[in-house]
């Protein structure tokens, strides 16, 4: 019984050895290159800001008419930012007018392009505030022009005559492409 066991115990080691020596040849490669002198890298920083007031004229809405004006904004970073609305802040007082009231911003080459005429490259109202990009990227120490339109939907309820919306806001900000 000793040799029975001794003999499938040789077996069994030969059967695995011969089955982990088939099939496979290992190498192990290494290699190295100098990469020259010291590199430093160093983080860009993304600033934006508002050089100009943003100035409408006050004479009264109505149905359909718009007003603009423009505001300058410029990249004060060290890396270029795509110019991007990112919303809008509602009225102090929300009002019938103020939600029907349609807010929109491109981006111009010159003052004299912003006109109420232009189609505001992204326009939305309080209630469904937009946020999209505005297809301008500046490099850092450039700026733009953005032309800023408020439009008084053709079909305004009767209700919202009257009335006014102060201190709101769009929030313009910039993404590191």
Known sequence: M????????????????ATA???G???????SASAG????IQAGSAELSITSDL???????????????????????TVPLALRLAGLTRPTVSTLFSEVLI????????????????????AGTFADAPTD???TTLAPGSSAILCVS????????SGSQSQTATSFGLLIDGRQD
Not at 3 to 10: C, E, K, M, P, Y
Not at 25 to 31: D, F, I, K
Not at 150 to 157: G, H, K, M, N, T
């Open 150 to 157: 408020v439009r008084l939907s053709a079909d305004a309820p």
């Open 55 to 77: 100035e409408m004229s006050n004479t009264p809405l109505y149905p359909g008419a718009s007003k603009v004006g423009t505001v300058t904004v410029l990249n004060d970073g």
């Open 133 to 135: 990009e505005l297809g």
């Open 103 to 122: 807010v929109g911003v491109s981006a111009v080459s010159t003052v004299q392009e912003c006109t109420s005429n232009l189609t505001p490259t992204i």
């Open 2 to 17: 000793k040799t029975f066991l001794f003999a499938s115990a040789a077996i069994l080691g030969a059967t695995l050895l």
């Open 37 to 40: 002198p010291a590199v430093t």
């Open 21 to 23: 020596a088939v099939g």
């Open 25 to 31: 040849t290992y190498a192990l490669l290494n290699s």
